[in-house]
T-cell receptor, first 111, second 115 residues
């Protein structure tokens, strides 16, 4: 069983399009995250949700909007995609032991 | 401003030898530190952690050492195995209690264990 899953795994799209990435965790965790790993390989947090409420919202363009329909899901919607949005996006959820479990990543390429 | 630095982008070690991966941090508020391992095309997986009240934590072949005064931590893998070849990320957080917390990651060190 996959603990944290993301779909799609690969996403290739044109500039200006709107796309969504889905994340689901079956670990019963209360907190979920979105990270971006850019071309320089830095893993940077974008958002954090705790019990469906936004906790952390780093300096991310308004074009990025997380949506948490329930505790087990945290989806990322991106409007008007730009070339610089090309990156690997990781979803994660947190255990009470304070470790984060990561999904396999979604590789987004904006052409 | 990199608050967590892994200055060695890569490291090669012979199988059976010790691998030592280093990490430095600048934020004095960090009090909980983690190491993650990442294989290509997969997400990072948690390896080992250490709280600032400790200076050493051991789990099998993996040991993490923390030197708070130097703001330095290291991960020792002994003996190193070919399956350990991966990218290792150091991460830190200023908050080790309940509730949400924010991890700051280093850039990673790619470890290659040569058979």
């Amino acid at each position: 069983d996959t603990a944290v899953s993301q779909t799609p795994k690969y996403l290739v799209t044109q500039m200006g399009n709107d796309k969504s990435i889905k994340c689901e965790q079956n670990l019963g965790h209360d907190t979920m995250y979105w990270y971006k790993q850019d071309s320089k390989k830095f893993l940077k947090i974008m958002f954090s949700y705790n019990n469906k409420e936004l906790i952390i919202n780093e300096t991310v363009p308004n074009r990025f909007s997380p949506k948490s329909p329930d505790k087990a899901h945290l989806n990322l919607h991106i409007n008007s995609l730009e070339l610089g949005d090309s990156a690997v996006y990781f979803c994660a959820s947190r255990s009470v032991q304070e470790t984060q479990y990561f999904g396999p990543g979604t590789r987004l390429l904006v052409l | 401003d990199q608050q967590v630095k892994q200055n060695s982008p890569s490291l090669s070690v012979q199988e059976g030898r010790i691998s030592i991966l280093n990490c430095d941090y600048t934020n004095s508020m960090f009090d909980y530190f983690l190491w993650y391992k990442k294989y290509p095309a997969e997400g990072p997986t948690f390896l080992i952690s250490i709280s600032s009240i400790k200076d050493k934590n051991e789990d099998g072949r993996f040991t993490v050492f923390l030197n708070k005064s130097a703001k330095h931590l290291s991960l020792h893998i002994v003996p190193s195995q070919p399956g350990d070849s991966a990218v290792y990320f150091c991460a830190a957080t200023p908050y080790s209690g309940a509730g949400s917390y924010q991890l700051t990651f280093g850039k990673g060190t790619k470890l290659s264990v040569i058979p």
